[in-house]
């Protein structure tokens, strides 16, 4: 049974940090690219961070280029985000996606809100 869970998520005032976390199971982890994506109230579903299977090459949108970070560790089947700087604009639900071929899986999601 393929599972993704994410973790982390909360409350945050701006200037500040989170970190997400995305629990993998039930798949081949590492030969998987893994993503975060985010959506926003009213708003479509936007691609966030990617990291590939292979080499762990990275690539952000450019609304959170320097900001965030994202990184894997295929030991323990986890990608997580590094969030700093976070301004009110990053809050949305944000959800972990794998994909390898036709294959693409989904997180539940987590809520990030940023707000004073």
């Known amino acids: 049974q393929v599972q993704l869970v994410e973790s982390g998520g909360g409350l945050v005032q701006p200037g500040g940090s989170l970190r997400l976390s995305c629990a993998a199971s039930?798949?081949?982890?590492?030969?998987?690219?893994m993503s975060w994506y985010r959506q926003a109230p009213g708003k479509e579903r936007e691609l966030v961070a990617h990291?590939?299977?292979?080499?762990?090459?990275?690539n952000y949108a450019e609304a959170v280029k320097g900001r965030f970070t994202i990184s894997r560790d295929n030991a323990k089947n986890t990608v997580d985000l590094q969030m700093n700087s976070l301004k009110p604009e990053d809050t949305a639900v944000y959800s972990c996606n794998a994909l390898q071929g036709g294959y693409r899986y989904w997180g539940q999601g987590t809520q990030v809100t940023v707000s004073s």
């Open positions: 039930g798949f081949t982890f590492s030969r998987y690219a």
């Open positions: 990291i590939t299977s292979v080499g762990g090459f990275t």
